[in-house]
């Protein structure tokens, strides 16, 4: 995790530079996001305020992305498909029928807390898992990082198998900005930096492999 932390630091950190280098107004406003979603992450401070930024509101997470309990699914009662049944842990089979359009939001609810999905395309969410309802005009990949940041897992309650309730989260103010046009940019730069960051682990997987030293 320490390793992750600090390639998201040292990439965001050089995006944001080269990027304001060549006169693209918009890294600022991927330099604040940043700064907010990934509070570990290094950005100079005069990258984030040489352009004007849009408002920032402060909101229960119930007006902005409310969660909703995932649709009962049995294994029996599964046919084959191509619709994704995303479970607690991830996809689980593949349905021939959906319940939600992509793309989509889920997380675990039941066993697996705080395991976090974007899906594109349409699905079934199963009742292991909450999914967001409504967006309310905010972009879906924004709200998967939105709730990336709040880290679901300290909601997690019960001696045995641990649950997520809804309600406790729903409560929980958070504060993200109002333009649709940031909310895009920063969801491009943070995904870009998770795609990178999954290409170096897949890269020290294989040496790892072919290379005993390493090991």
């Known amino acids: 995790m320490a390793c992750k932390v600090s390639l998201q630091s040292s990439l965001a950190t050089l995006i944001a530079i080269s990027v304001a280098n060549s006169g693209n107004g918009s890294v600022q406003v991927a330099g604040r996001c940043i700064a907010y979603v990934r509070p570990a992450t290094r950005i100079p401070s005069t990258l984030l305020h040489l352009v004007p930024m849009p408002a920032w509101e402060q909101r229960k997470l119930i007006m902005v992305a ?23 842990n991830g996809i689980g089979a593949y349905h021939n029928e959906y319940k939600v359009k992509g793309p989509g939001v889920v997380t675990g ?5 705080g395991n976090l999905q974007y899906v594109e395309s349409a699905f079934w969410p199963h009742n292991t898992t909450l999914w967001v309802t409504k967006f309310y005009g905010n972009h879906p ?16 309650a019960g001696s045995g198998v641990p649950t997520l309730n809804r309600n406790d989260v729903h ?5 993200f900005p109002a333009s649709r046009k940031e909310q895009e940019l920063i969801s491009a730069v943070l995904t870009y930096l998770d795609d990178l ?17 390493w090991s």
Request: no cysteine.
């Open 66 to 88: 409310p969660l909703q309990r995932g649709f009962d699914l049995p294994a029996e009662k599964i046919i084959p498909g191509v619709y994704p049944v995303m479970m607690s």
């Open 197 to 213: 960051i999954t290409l170096h682990q897949r890269k020290r997987l294989s040496i790892r492999q072919r290379s005993p030293v």
């Open 171 to 175: 409560d929980t103010m958070v504060f």
């Open 109 to 113: 609810r039941s066993g697996t807390i």
């Open 141 to 156: 990949k924004f709200i998967y990082y939105l709730y990336e940041k709040i880290d679901l897992k300290r909601y997690k």
